[in-house]
């Protein structure tokens, strides 16, 4: 079974690489826009310097933007639950706020922060902080009445009944809104450096696609998908720890 | 009477609290802006944006109705896919090992990344638009409801394995009902953004719609416009969460219920 | 251009041959089909196609031309190189870094006569020539990198005399605010005019007269393309009807400004700035060289020149060879107006 898991996707990955070196080779997608593979894994060799620049710069804003909007996001969930007032008057606007295109916006954080990576972490913390704020409530209202009920009658503190009930019901809730953080804090910290930035994958792909060097465009995108992967799997790992019980309903199921 | 599920009186006591503090944000705007602490070309008062709505309205309409078609069309055709493909995987372990791990990879795929190919493919307009949103939606909807899926109360599967259910009522009595949560909280975040994804979709492949108008305003230093255009979309946003909001009321009246105090 | 039957049926059942039988004209299966991508959205820059679209000189020299708009991630080379379009209008400095990816091109008009694009500088700060940008803080963009280097390169500059800072592709706002003395790149008469109506007097320094010309807005097909005898033809024709679109520009830039605002072919048109535009524009347009043989006509010289600051700029890794991409055969065959 150990051996499924890794062979498994493993055998369609490479499958989609395949396909990807034919479409390149015979000419079925153009080169400009599409690189072969080939070309794109020779330049971590050939320049990996300017890569690993550029991804440092990226995972930076990105790494900030995720733990500082997660935070948030989180610590706001807790209020909103232990206070209806707020949770009705903040949450709608919360909504409203996060309905804005940020991309929209980036420009006039720019000038308003300058061109650092702040702006960039300020457009990251924003697309994550709403899924965890919304992903949170919902786990942690999802507790069960019943148990809540018997919290109650024992005379739980709200502080007993947030870390003993509420929370591990939202867990599972809490790691899919982290799980989807983990990818998009990448691609946010990277459309904010589309708008304006002299350093960064975003710079890169934008940079590099005006001179049609498609290697270092999609060498940009690889990485930004690996970072993602690699933040999603450590957070596998870390929901395993944290949820054992889950994990024992899931291989009985089988 | 009650409307949607709810007492009216509850309704207003749930409008009053976001309006008042609204209310309040956007006099502090306009009295900053009057002052000159807000640079106009950064962000017009509150006054200007509606004066711009008002005599752009035919514009922002036509654009608006463009940029809602494609989201919710790409939305819906995402979601669908991304339902159906969840069930497929949950019944099965094989296809779960192989193809999970790639759906999840794929969400760390910047989707702007594969535009200009999917425009390349398709041509620029409408269709590669609704594709790339489609494809936005399609895997939120896989990851969430998979695991919705399989979340379920073990209590419940051994009683209806003990019953000798069969895997069709054991997906339709507990399964789905289960995924419901997981179900909405993907729609909502899907929801907003889909509109995002289609306005991305539209800077790179195509010339209509809201995320076109917000560039051209910003090229052509319409900053009225530009900004009269980000509120149109944000509107449009919020009233694709609220319909979803209210779908779900509706189909999980026992999620509603308040936890005891 | 394949003729397909199912789409004569169609158009028969669409009552479009009544039309055209009515009319005697060309009906719609007659007409040969040509794809163009154009170099930018719709406005007066690209007046002349729209108008020979709309009123009909396409449609008279037997062409079905489509028009397709630019937009800002799928360009106009890219389009072309993987076949979705005939013909592209671009900037050369791209086709020339396509080209050197093994892209084969052929070049066959030259709308721009000298580079429109520019650097626009506060009045304020002082700059009327590069050397004054000593010391001072220079907005980029980030495709202007390059050619920002390298324009302080042929200006007897190094990159430590100034400082600069990256900005967004359709930015004047930090300019306006006053936290760059000057940006690089806008084009001569777009931005200038809009910051100018924001309240800010601004110097405009074409790149063309530092070392930076180029033919912008070049009409341009694959080898594969321009190799076929019959695809020449085409290419005549629609130069043809190009041309006789453009002189109702050349004669007045104002009115062919209010013809592309009134004709709402594209929204958030403003007709000052349009028509601010038409009368810059026609200058950049004209050139002793455009007079004697007719408008988009090509210069190998100006082409040459790019090609090399192209390679200077290290978009390049050599000089890309021209000559050869350029060819005046169909601008002869096409008896273009002379302005």
């Known amino acids: 079974m150990r051996l499924l898991r890794v062979l498994g996707p493993a055998a369609v990955f490479l499958a989609a690489l395949t396909i990807w070196q034919a479409a390149t080779a015979y000419g079925w997608v153009d080169r400009l826009v599409l690189p072969s593979p080939i070309s794109v894994a020779r330049l971590f060799w050939t320049d990996p310097g300017l890569l690993a620049f550029n991804a440092g710069v990226t995972a930076t804003e990105a790494i900030v933007g995720l733990v500082a909007g997660n935070v948030l996001g989180l610590l706001l969930a807790i209020l909103f639950v232990n206070s209806p007032i707020s949770r009705r008057s903040v949450l709608p606007v919360a909504t409203g706020a996060q309905s804005i295109p940020i991309a929209a916006v980036t420009p006039a954080l720019i000038i308003a922060f300058g061109n650092g990576m702040e702006p960039k972490i300020l457009v990251t913390i924003f697309l994550v902080f709403f899924p965890m704020l919304v992903n949170a409530m919902r786990g942690l209202r999802s507790a069960d009445a019943e148990v809540g009920e018997l919290m109650h009658n024992l005379s739980a503190s709200g502080f007993q009944r947030l870390w003993m009930v509420r929370l591990p019901a939202a867990l599972p809730f809490i790691f899919t809104a982290l799980k989807f953080s983990a990818c998009s804090s990448f691609v946010a910290a990277i459309v904010a450096e589309w708008v304006a930035s002299d350093r960064g994958l975003g710079h890169l792909i934008v940079l590099a696609s005006s001179q049609y060097r498609a290697d270092q465009v999609w060498a940009a995108v690889l990485i930004c998908t690996a970072s993602s992967m690699a933040l999603v799997g450590l957070l596998v790992l870390t929901e395993r720890r944290a949820m054992p019980w889950l994990r024992l309903s899931e291989r009985d199921l089988a | 009477m009650k409307v949607a599920g709810r007492d009216p009186r509850d309704m207003l006591a749930a409008i009053f609290p976001p309006a008042l503090l609204i209310a309040a944000l956007l006099a502090l705007w306009a009295w900053l802006s009057a002052r000159g602490s807000i640079p106009s070309y950064l962000l017009p008062s509150p006054a200007l944006i509606v004066t711009s709505m008002a005599a752009n309205g035919s514009v922002l309409l036509r654009h608006g109705l463009v940029t809602t078609s494609e989201a919710l069309g790409g939305f819906a055709l995402g979601a669908v896919l991304g339902l159906v493909a969840s069930i497929v995987l949950a019944s099965s372990r094989w296809l779960r090992e192989c193809f999970f791990p790639l759906a999840l990879a794929s969400q760390a795929v910047p989707i702007a990344a594969i535009t200009p190919l999917i425009v390349l493919l398709i041509g620029r307009g409408q269709p590669a638009i609704l594709t790339v949103v489609a494809i936005g939606a399609f895997f939120p909807m896989l990851i969430n409801v998979t695991r919705g899926l399989r979340a379920a109360d073990i209590d419940y599967h051994e009683l209806l394995h003990s019953l000798a259910a069969s895997r069709l009522q054991r997906l339709r009595m507990i399964e789905l009902p289960g995924a419901l949560p997981y179900f909405f909280a993907a729609l909502k975040i899907g929801a907003s953004l889909s509109f995002i994804t289609a306005m991305v979709g539209e800077w790179i492949g195509s010339n209509v719609g809201l995320g076109y108008l917000i560039v051209i305003s910003g090229q052509y230093f319409k900053i009225p416009m530009l900004w009269a255009a980000v509120v149109t979309t944000s509107a449009l946003t919020l009233i694709l969460v609220g319909v979803v909001t209210l779908a779900e009321r509706l189909s999980t009246p026992w999620a509603q219920a308040e936890t005891p105090p | ?339």
């Open chain 3, 1 to 339: 251009m394949k003729r397909n039957p199912l789409r004569r049926l169609k158009s028969a059942a669409g009552g479009v041959a009544l039309l055209s039988a009515a009319c005697g004209a060309a009906s719609a299966a007659d007409m040969t089909k040509l794809s163009v991508v154009l170099g930018y959205i719709p406005n007066v820059e690209m007046y002349g196609l729209e108008y020979a679209l709309h009123e009909g000189l396409y449609k008279a020299e037997g062409l079905d031309v489509t028009l397709i708009p630019a937009g800002q991630g799928v360009n106009q080379v890219q389009m072309v190189a993987a076949g979705v379009v005939d013909v592209g209008i671009d900037n050369p400095e791209g086709i020339i870094a396509a080209a050197a990816k093994d892209e084969s091109f052929k070049v066959f008009a030259g709308q721009f006569q000298k580079q429109p694009i520019a650097m626009t500088c506060r009045k304020d700060s002082g700059v009327t020539k590069p050397a004054d940008l000593k010391g001072k803080t220079i907005g980029v963009k980030t495709n202007a990198e390059p050619y920002f280097k390298l324009f302080l390169a042929k200006n007897g500059l190094e990159p430590s005399d100034v400082t600069t800072t990256a900005i967004g592709p359709n930015d004047i706002s930090v300019l306006i605010a006053g936290r760059i003395a000057c940006e690089i790149t806008t084009f001569a008469f777009n931005e200038p005019r809009l910051i100018e109506a924001a309240g800010v007097p601004v110097t405009v320094l074409p790149l063309g007269d530092y070392g930076l010309n180029a033919q912008a807005d070049s009409y341009f097909v694959k080898n594969s393309f321009f190799d076929k005898p019959e695809n020449q033809e085409i290419l005549t024709k629609f130069l043809r009807a190009t041309g006789k679109g453009w002189v109702g520009f050349y004669k007045d830039p104002k009115a062919a400004a209010k013809y592309v605002v009134d004709n709402h072919f594209v929204d958030g048109l403003d007709i000052d700035q349009q028509t601010f535009q038409a009368a810059q524009q026609v200058k950049y347009m004209s050139s002793p060289l455009t007079a004697e043989k007719g408008i988009l006509w090509l210069d190998p010289a100006i082409w040459r020149q790019t090609a090399e600051n192209v390679k200077a700029s290290g978009v390049t890794p050599d000089v890309v060879p021209t000559d050869g991409m350029l060819t005046t055969s169909i601008l002869e065959k096409a008896d273009l107006p002379k302005f």
